[in-house]
């Protein structure tokens, strides 16, 4: 990730971290902690404790960010997520609690902050929403900000009368009656404050020029704009690279509408891998045919314009080549991951969904190899799996030393009573994990034993 800038010497060594996300009162989490999301991050548990749900606030937040629909803090009924009405969601359907979603984008954990609050950009966002009139609507009833050593920057909360009041590190006494006006009538753009609409709502004197005012500006002020504006760009940014893949992908078709516009992602279901390929066949051809053999689906996939609107996709072998339509079921689910693990741009998040659903083993193994190659050239890639062989590959590529076992997290989800819980499991240099550790019920016996013996065999080796 890229290095925070800071005019201070004793600040070029800070770099941003991991992201972290953490939500309370989602569904059957009542507190999920905080989730750091690593280079590659792998969620797993038996039936019925939540996986689904664990996605979730991402893409309540992702489709938010997306929507034309500004004046909504928490878009719930969207194009990549239906999460229903509040009372569906919150936990226990109880609506008089909060849900709360935390996203920590930047933190530095190794030194201590040589600097007040305030000279270090924000490297968190807590936000705070409770039901609103109707079943469906929320309100964004606080805003926080933590400085990057997780430190309170500022907090905007909704009081009576309908305005957010601003405290925190900033003081807002310091600032003008203007400016002070301002800061209440700023709205929020979805769960974000803007510091475009903050001053909008600055009243200049009419003889006086935008320019000549921001020269007068306090210095409260100014930090409270930048700290603003800083996570309103960090936010959007992070989101704007964010991509969905669900866990059923479309059937390939025979042909192919060509699009009038660029897709960013192969979408939800896939749906958009193949225009994708096609406006982006140059960037992508070389490295989708070098997946395309590793998958062994063939030697390259390229794609045939029929006419000014038509299109159709073909997967070579030699001298032979056939429309995808005609091939296995597997390349209908995987071509889409390819084709977006590829087209991803840098320091990305792609959120797959049970991946390897129809897939047979040696296709969920290959699977484990084109995750560890987003992992190794900056993306990252959140998964939701059943599948035993994909960990099992991903604990090899750790033994051998081709990913750092710090650049993979694994989480494990289990029922308590009537709440859902998440535990993370450590993998050891040595691909090593504690099988005593697993959920129970999500390895069946026969793998049970050969994860013990595999275990067993590599803590004698690493003696």
């Known amino acids: 990730m890229h290095e925070e800038k800071s005019s201070g010497d004793d600040d070029k060594s800070l770099v941003h971290s991991d992201y972290q996300i953490r939500w309370k009162n989602y569904r059957r989490f009542e507190d999920t902690d905080w989730i750091t999301i690593k280079p590659i991050t792998i969620l797993i548990g038996a039936n019925n404790c939540g996986k689904s749900s664990i996605l979730a606030p991402l893409l309540l937040l ?41 996203l920590r984008f930047h933190l530095h954990e190794n030194r201590k902050a040589n600097k007040p609050v305030g000279s270090y950009p924000p490297g968190a966002i807590e936000l705070t929403f409770s039901k609103g009139r109707e079943a469906h609507q ?20 909704l009081n009576k009368s309908g305005k957010y009041s601003l405290s925190g590190n900033i003081s807002y006494s310091k600032m003008s009656d203007r ?28 003889d006086e020029s935008e320019e000549s005012e921001v020269e007068r500006f306090s210095e409260e002020f100014s930090h409270y704009l930048r700290a603003i504006g800083y996570a309103f760009s960090e936010i959007r940014s992070l989101f704007q690279n964010l991509s969905y893949v669900g866990p059923l992908r479309k ?27 096609r406006r982006n066949y140059e960037n992508l051809k070389h490295d989708v045919d070098r997946w395309v053999k590793h998958f062994e689906f063939g030697d390259s996939l390229h794609f045939d314009d029929v006419n000014d609107d038509i299109f159709q996709l073909f997967l070579g072998s030699g001298d ?34 049970q991946p390897e659903i129809h897939l ?80 129970k019920g999500f390895f069946d016996d026969a793998l049970r034993e050969a994860l013990a013996l595999a275990s067993a065999q590599a803590k004698i080796r690493s003696k």
């Open 320 to 353: 032979q080549r056939v429309n995808v339509a005609d091939v296995g079921f597997g390349a209908s689910q995987v071509l889409p991951l390819i084709i977006q693990a590829l087209a991803a741009p840098p320091d990305s998040l792609t959120l797959a969904e």
């Open 138 to 157: 929320l309100i964004l009833n606080k805003y926080e900000l933590y400085d990057i050593f997780k430190r309170k920057y500022l907090s905007q909360s």
């Open 179 to 206: 400016e002070k006006a301002a800061v209440l009538k700023s709205e929020v753009v979805n769960f974000l404050f803007s510091p475009t609409s903050t001053l909008y709502s600055l009243e200049l004197p009419s």
């Open 62 to 102: 992702n489709q938010t960010i997306k929507s034309n629909d500004t004046e909504t803090p928490l878009v719930t009924r969207g194009r990549l997520i239906d999460a229903g009405n509040y009372k569906d969601f919150i936990h226990h359907h109880e609506e008089n609690r909060n849900l709360f979603l935390g």
């Open 360 to 439: 047979n083993p040696r296709l969920q193994c290959a699977l484990a190899d084109l995750f560890v190659h987003m992992a190794n050239n900056g993306h990252r890639v959140l998964v939701e799996t059943h599948s035993e062989h994909l960990i099992m590959r991903l604990r090899k590529f750790v033994a051998n030393g081709d990913i750092k076992k710090d650049d993979v997290a694994l989480y494990f989800l289990e029922r308590d009573g009537d709440r859902s819980v998440i535990k993370q499991v450590n993998i050891e240099n040595n691909g090593h994990i504690n099988t005593e550790s697993w959920p």
């Open 251 to 277: 059937k390939i078709e025979r042909y192919y509408r060509i699009a009038s516009e660029t897709p960013q992602t192969v979408g939800p279901q896939g749906e958009n891998a193949p225009n994708l390929f």
